[in-house]
C-alpha cells in the first residue's frame, strides 16, 4: 500500500522530469538545468557517462542551437518513490534532418532535483532513424 507522502514524492519527482523534457523540447538550457544536481551524471547507456552539472549543461547547450532541436513524445512515465521511469520516443533534428528513435529512461532524484539521468536506447533503432531521417530530408519530405 502507498503511503500519501510516497504518493506526493512520486508525483512531484514526475512533475520536475515532464518539467526537465519540456525545456530540453523548448530549448531552455537554463530551465532544464535548474533541474539538475550539482553533481548530476547523466549515462547514455553503451557510451561514456557525463558527470557535474558543468559537463551535463555544456552538452546540453551545443545540443540547444539553434540548427539544433530535441523532441520528446512521452509514452509512459511512472514513479516509485524518488526513481521516475519513461518511456519515450525521441527526436534528434539537425538542420532538415531528423532522426526518430524509442528511448527508456531512469532518473534517480535527491532533494527534488535530477541526480541520475540514465538512458537505454537501441543503436539500431537509432540508426535507422537516421536513415529514413536522411532519405526523407533527400526526397524534401
Same mark, same amino acid.
Given at each position: 500500500?502507498t503511503t500519501p507522502a510516497t504518493t506526493d514524492r512520486s508525483d512531484a519527482a514526475?512533475?520536475?522530469?515532464?518539467?526537465?523534457?519540456?525545456?530540453? /523540447?523548448?530549448?531552455?538550457?537554463?530551465?532544464?538545468?535548474?533541474?539538475?544536481?550539482e553533481d548530476v551524471q547523466w549515462q547514455n547507456v553503451s557510451l561514456p557517462t557525463?558527470?557535474?552539472?558543468?559537463?551535463? /549543461?555544456r552538452a546540453l547547450r551545443a545540443a540547444g542551437r539553434p540548427r539544433f532541436r530535441?523532441?520528446?513524445?512521452?509514452?509512459?512515465?511512472?514513479?516509485?518513490?524518488?526513481?521516475?521511469?519513461?518511456?519515450?520516443?525521441?527526436?534528434?533534428?539537425?538542420?532538415?534532418?531528423?532522426?526518430?528513435?524509442?528511448?527508456?529512461?531512469?532518473?534517480?532524484?535527491?532533494? /527534488?532535483?535530477?541526480?541520475?539521468?540514465?538512458?537505454?536506447?537501441?543503436?539500431?533503432?537509432?540508426?535507422?532513424?537516421?536513415?529514413? /531521417?536522411?532519405?526523407?530530408?533527400?526526397?524534401?519530405?
Amino acid at each position: 500500500m502507498t503511503t500519501p507522502a510516497t504518493t506526493d514524492r512520486s508525483d512531484a519527482a514526475v512533475a520536475v522530469v515532464t518539467d526537465f523534457f519540456e525545456a530540453l /523540447g523548448a530549448l531552455d538550457v537554463p530551465r532544464a538545468t535548474a533541474h539538475l544536481t550539482e553533481d548530476v551524471q547523466w549515462q547514455n547507456v553503451s557510451l561514456p557517462t557525463l558527470r557535474g552539472l558543468p559537463a551535463v /549543461g555544456r552538452a546540453l547547450r551545443a545540443a540547444g542551437r539553434p540548427r539544433f532541436r530535441f523532441e520528446a513524445v512521452m509514452h509512459h512515465i511512472a514513479s516509485d518513490g524518488d526513481t521516475v521511469l519513461t518511456e519515450r520516443t525521441d527526436t534528434l533534428i539537425v538542420g532538415p534532418l531528423r532522426s526518430v528513435f524509442w528511448v527508456c529512461g531512469t532518473f534517480e532524484m535527491r532533494d /527534488g532535483k535530477i541526480a541520475v539521468w540514465r538512458d537505454y536506447f537501441s543503436w539500431r533503432a537509432f540508426l535507422v532513424g537516421t536513415v529514413v /531521417g536522411t532519405v526523407r530530408s533527400a526526397l524534401g519530405r
